[in-house]
């Protein structure tokens, strides 16, 4: 099946006439051909019954699940996407969903593909997605301690304040050059005196 039919195929299986269960569309990435994938956008609370429609052998056969993982979009908040993959049929799908910043929760999909264990404690930890009737959501990679989700875009990167990035950062910054000019900060850095220790010692 191409990307194209791929897509047609998930939006026709999950095809509804109850309005208040959302929209499923579908389109296709880039990446040329060999590459390209059906991008199918769902509902949050439509997403695992997507993921059962996918992999059910009768319909598109997506019988191994590759990964998962999310997008901060800021303001509309986090795009969760998974890669499922026909292990006979060779195609793929992009599976995706929104959820809210506020309430950032979404259906595991464990009991379906239990591959996706750790991706979904990873995005758990990095993003601060919950994701419900996950078997054992724990931290996978950051020490107990630590607070924060460090891939979202607001969270502070403080190993960039804390000492200057390696490197050339602008063109002439190399020891080798010999115009500089005022370095630029790096997403996710505030400017000095905003935080840390400088901020401390302000009078």
């Not at 997403?47 to 992999?55: H, I, Q, S």
């Not at 990035?165 to 000095?192: I, L």
């Amino acid at each position: 099946m191409t990307p194209e039919e791929v897509g047609e195929r998930l939006v026709h299986l999950l095809a509804t006439d109850d309005p208040e269960k959302g929209t499923v569309t579908s389109e296709v990435s880039g990446g040329g051909p060999g590459h390209a994938r059906a991008v199918v956008d769902v509902p949050a609370a439509r997403w695992w019954f997507a993921a059962e429609a996918a992999r059910d052998a009768g319909a598109l056969g997506c019988d191994f699940f590759d990964w998962l993982s999310a997008v901060d979009e800021l303001d509309g908040g986090f795009s969760v996407v998974a890669h499922l993959w026909s292990t006979r049929r060779r195609h793929g799908l992009l599976l995706r969903t929104r959820v809210s910043r506020e309430d950032p929760e979404v259906e595991s999909l464990v009991d379906l593909y239990p591959g996706a264990a750790w991706h979904e404690r990873e995005t758990f930890e990095m993003f601060g997605i919950t994701f419900a009737r996950h078997p054992d959501l724990r931290p996978l990679l950051l020490p107990p301690e630590f607070e924060g989700h460090p891939l979202r875009k607001e969270f502070v990167l403080a190993a960039r304040v804390a000492k200057p990035w390696p490197g050339a950062k602008e063109p002439g910054e190399s020891e080798g050059g010999t115009a500089k000019r005022a370095p630029m900060r790096p997403p996710g850095v505030p400017a000095p005196g905003e935080w840390g220790p400088a901020k401390e010692e302000k009078p």
